[in-house]
């Protein structure tokens, strides 16, 4: 069954890394060697009857990264358990994965921040 059908039968559903998580890691990734997250200039355009945003210098915007998951079932809290880069680097086996190193994790924690301000989500930040 779906997420949808589930929360319809009053099903209470507690989702790790929902879609934020992949849309501040994909917005850290850097292109030809330049943050992603320096250029968030978008330029709206109409495109087969569905809003799309063209970013400026960079191909991951934050805006952009969010277009795959439109239309998901919007989350009723936002659980954000936030560990510092020096935190998270203290942890057993970090650093064997390959987003798993200092510079990268301080952008997508960047990300996350950027994410944060959207208005219409309820973030709760647990440090």
Known sequence: ????????????LVVDRYAFS?????SAKE?????????????PFFFH???GFLCLG???????CKQPDAGLPKPDLILF????????????NFGR???ENGPFQEKVLQSFHHLMKEKTLNW???K
């Open 124 to 126: 709760k930040v647990r």
């Open 81 to 92: 358990l936030q560990l510092s880069p020096e935190e998270a680097a203290a942890r057993g």
């Open 58 to 64: 960079q191909n991951f915007c934050l805006e952009w």
């Open 97 to 99: 994965e390959r987003y």
């Open 31 to 43: 292109v030809n060697g330049e943050s992603a997250l320096l250029s968030l200039v978008l330029i």
């Open 1 to 12: 069954t779906s997420m949808k059908e589930k929360l319809h039968q009053g099903i209470t």
């Open 49 to 51: 009857f569905s809003l």
């Open 22 to 26: 992949g849309v501040a890691f994909t």
